[in-house]
């Protein structure tokens, strides 16, 4: 299947470098529509580009290491996870470590590992003890314990296990749990932005922005504690914010969907009561999306 017509040069994000530079050799429309998914999901190009060749993914990317002591095991859980990350069309490593100890001694040159599948019933160090060693310098690490007695579980609490996967793992169950997990760090993700003020690099988060505006060629930034300005255009800010949350209102202001405190035909109030000009051309869809997002969160 072949997409020469499928895809528009508009769809793609200026930010986009590696695509960019396909795009004017050419070579990027030769792709098929699976090697296309595949190179978008790796270079992380996807809120416009993934939408148009209907991706579907969890945005979460697990690298897992996973921690059993019977070969047999290791090798099943990790082709479950293939079969996981094939279904979701989500990119995930794994890292196979036969023993609490070895990962003990290893796990420092695996930074990246952010989830444990961690059997409980192993040789000389036990799963569980483990977990409150790693916790000690961990607080973020998701765990997952498998074991084959349900009397273990109890032990997870004092750990902060995500769940408990009981022996002999079921496939169904697995990814049940990778799929809530996936969806969990998604929602507790703040995503940020990075702006240069004054010659610095500055990291905002998105939830803190209330407003930004186009004056000249610069953008005034208005968040709840201070007011930033940079050198940048309302189309570049745009398509680095999250669109389930921000719009743009005016060809000169972008709100905060989650700050506004009262919408009328002609402008939005805002919490920090900045009164910010709706024109008639944004109207319906800056109030369809203000109540879309209230009624989400409220359900």
Known sequence: MRIRTFIKPNLLRKRTFYISILLRKRSFFKLNLPQIRTFCMFFSILPNLAKSLNICYYSAMFNIAII?????Q?????????????????INKTYSFSSAEQFLFEHEDYPEINLLLLDI?????????LAKKIRKTDEKISIIFITANPDYMQDGFDVEAFNYLLKPIKKEKLFECLTKLAKRIKQHTRKSIVLSVDGEKIKIYQDEIISVESISHDL???TAKQVLKTRMTLSQIEEELDADHFIKTHRAFIVNLSKIKQIQKS?????NSEE???SKRE???????????????ES
């Open 68 to 72: 059993e002591d019977m070969a047999i």
């Open 74 to 90: 290791r090798e099943l859980i990790d082709k479950y996870i293939q079969e996981w990350s094939a279904s979701t069309k989500s």
């Open 121 to 129: 019933e192993m040789l000389r160090l036990s799963g569980v003890d």
């Open 220 to 222: 005034k930034i208005t």
């Open 267 to 271: 402008l939005a109030t805002m919490e």
């Open 276 to 278: 910010i000009p709706i």
């Open 283 to 297: 109207y319906k869809t800056v109030n369809e999306k203000f109540i879309k997002l209230f009624t989400t969160a």
